[in-house]
Structure formats: C-alpha cells, structure tokens
C-alpha cells in the first residue's frame, strides 16, 4: 500500500487541510492519508486546544472520508511528539508500506531540524503541499500542486477571538464543536 501521513497541530482543523490530505492522496494514489495530531508540537510555543478537542475536531472532519484516518497515538504516546516516533509506530502497525508524510510548503526549511532527520528519510519520502505564499523547494521533496484555501489555524483562532466569521473554512461540525465547547474565544 501507498500511506500518506500528515502530521500537524491542527488547533483547529480546517479546510485548508482536508483539501492538501486531498492533492496528497490524488497526486501520489495513496490508500490512506492517516492524520495525526501532534499531544505537545516539537515546533510551536503551545497549543491552545487540549489534544482531546483537537483528535475529536479532526475526527469530525474526516467522518465522511473513508481514505482519511485519524490516528490518536502522539495523544497516547504523551510528552513530546517527535515525528520519528510516530513513524516508527506507524510502520509497526501497518507493516511494510510506502509511506509518504506530508507537509505543507512552507515547513520545508525547518525540516533538517526535526529530531534524527537522517534516520527519518529513510522511513518515510517527504512531499510538500503548494502554499500560495511560499515558494521554498528542496530537490528531494515532491511539491503536490492542489487548490488549497490560503487558511491557516492561527487565523482561524485569531477570528474566533475578533468574533468573525469561520464559516466555509472549517467543516461545519467542526464549527459546532467549537461553539458548543466554547474554544479559542
Ligand atoms: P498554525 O497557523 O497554528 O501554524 P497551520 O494551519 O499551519 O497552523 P498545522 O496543524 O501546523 O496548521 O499544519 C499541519 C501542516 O499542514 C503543516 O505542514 C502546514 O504547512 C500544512 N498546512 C496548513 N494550512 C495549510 C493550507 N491552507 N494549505 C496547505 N497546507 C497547509
């Protein structure tokens, strides 16, 4: 089988997400593209969503998608999520696959600075979305062109907090959830 794996906060989900879990799977015929959510990112101050809130928003969003996978082992591993890790899981648990992980174009430069990056290359093949506002490359990194909504979770936190309008940007059940939990505000 040919597995995608995309990684990522997602604090909160949004389409932006789904639409290059989409062009991943299209572009290289994946079987599955199997989302994980990171427990306490490597890369980021903070997030602000408990991993409970964001594994159920993601698995909100991917409930009508039968190639999408939320895997919730980075919240059961705890501590530190380092990608090497969940590869290594991932490959125990679903065998000998191709596993392709997927990233948006603008994490390219910070990819040399991911724990035991050597070792990791040898795991997985790197494939890179197309962001409008990006224009890095890297001769060993695919770029996957796909219409992409130029969202990014920040944005979407920093318009809940302005009391704007999310709507059309994340899964309307992700929408709800954030309501009925009252996140981000
Ligand atoms: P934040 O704004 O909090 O940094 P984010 O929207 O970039 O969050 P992450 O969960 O950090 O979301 O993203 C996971 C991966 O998805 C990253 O590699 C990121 O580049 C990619 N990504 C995020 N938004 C988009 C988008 N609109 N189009 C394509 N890729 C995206």
New binding site residues.
């Given amino acids: 089988m040919k597995i995608g794996i995309f ?5 909160p989900i ?1 389409f ?2 789904l ?2 879990g989409e062009g991943a799977r299209v572009s290289l015929g994946l079987d599955k593209v199997l989302f994980t959510p990171s427990h306490i990112p490597p890369h ?1 101050p903070k997030s602000y969503a408990s991993s409970k809130d964001r594994i159920a928003m993601v698995n909100i969003a991917l409930e009508e998608n039968q190639n999408f996978i939320c895997l919730d082992i980075e919240a059961k591993r705890e501590g530190i999520s380092y990608t090497i890790d969940t590869a290594k899981e991932i490959k125990r648990l679903y065998g000998e696959n191709e596993y392709y992980f997927i ?2 174009q ?2 390219i430069p910070e990819l040399p600075t991911w724990k035991d990056y050597k070792t990791l290359i040898l795991l997985v093949k790197f494939v890179a ?1 197309k ?1 409008s506002d990006f224009s890095y490359t890297d001769p060993d990194i695919t770029i996957i062109e796909y219409p ?8 979407i936190r920093e318009r809940i907090k302005q009391g704007l309008s999310i709507k059309y940007l994340v899964p309307d059940g992700v929408l709800k959830y954030i309501q009925k939990h009252g996140l981000y505000m």
């Fill in positions: 990684g990522g906060v997602f604090d949004h932006g997400h639409q290059g980021k990233i948006g603008d994490t979305i962001r992409t909504l130029p969202v990014s979770s920040t944005m």
